[in-house]
């Protein structure tokens, strides 16, 4: 016997028709939970099951949007000693053997992702930075003012006044003193 699952306010398909698949589907006892991205709620469900529990879902999207979530769950319900089918897409089946192949895929399907996500993020950066935009947080002294700091110190202004003056911390005039190379 399965047990159904169904997301009340899953973006994607409406409760009642997730009902009739798991109906169809030969399920006779069926559980409404909630949507979460990561399939949180689901978990949480299926934590709440017992060993050799068989729990159905009309469609993976109804519980979690994204390659990593869904390995995490397939992993969870493993770990559980239960089994995870989906009645729209039969891959997801952790009866059947090809579910460690599956798993493999998922994972190197996220490390793809990843490995995507890093290049992009890294292209990004780089014609920013050749656009002439600095990367970091915004200086809170102006150039103007590095200047005024080293002349302040110079003159023999202690890092403590420089500071209070500027309405700057103490470690950030050090900072900045060390990056202005000294004049001979």
């Not at 299926?46 to 390995?71: E, F, N, P, Y």
């Amino acid at each position: 016997m399965s047990i159904g699952y169904v997301s009340a306010d899953c973006p994607f398909v409406k409760q009642d028709e997730q009902k009739k698949i798991l109906e169809e589907s030969g399920c006779q006892v069926i559980f409404t939970g909630s949507f979460s991205k990561n399939g949180s709620s689901f978990l949480q469900f299926v934590a709440r099951q017992k060993v050799g529990t068989h729990i159905a879902v009309a469609q993976m999207d109804c519980i979690v949007s994204s390659w990593r979530h869904l390995r995490d769950i397939i992993l969870q319900v493993q770990n559980q000693n239960c089994a995870l089918i989906s009645v729209k897409e039969p891959w997801v089946n952790t009866r059947a053997e090809r579910s460690t192949l599956m798993l493999e895929i998922l994972d190197g399907l996220e490390e793809l992702e990843k490995r995507f996500i890093r290049q992009r993020m890294s292209t990004g950066r780089h014609k920013a930075m050749s656009a002439g935009c600095r990367m970091g947080r915004p200086c809170k002294l102006t150039q103007l003012q590095h200047e005024a700091v080293a002349q302040a110190r110079a003159r023999g202004h202690t890092l403590r006044e420089i500071a209070k003056e500027y309405n700057v911390s103490i470690s950030m005039i050090s900072r900045l003193l060390k990056k202005i190379p000294r004049k001979s």
